[in-house]
């Protein structure tokens, strides 16, 4: 969670979706989020709503943050 002041400020959360475990997920505004396929011989389909339109431009409204912005270790998968 990278919104200022937020109870859950700097909280860092993975979710483990798809393969039978599919799910609707909803980010509030001001939630940093990205995904990563585990299974790379494999394809995936992602569906992304927005409230808003989204632009790829150099007029993008949004923050954009690093892939490794909370280290590279958050795409690492934990089993357990």
């Known amino acids: ?6 109870k859950s400020e700097g909280l860092v959360w993975r979710l483990v979706l798809g393969d039978g ?3 609707l997920l909803r980010i509030p505004p001001g939630v940093a989020h990205g ?15 927005v409230d808003v339109q989204f632009s790829t431009g150099s007029e993008c409204d ?8 909370f280290g590279s270790a958050v795409w690492d998968v934990e089993r357990g």
């Open 1 to 6: 969670d990278v919104r200022k002041g937020s």
């Open 21 to 23: 475990n599919s799910r």
């Open 35 to 49: 995904c990563r396929n585990l299974r790379p011989a494999s394809s995936a389909t992602i569906v992304y709503f």
């Open 62 to 69: 949004e923050g954009r943050l690093p892939w490794d912005h």
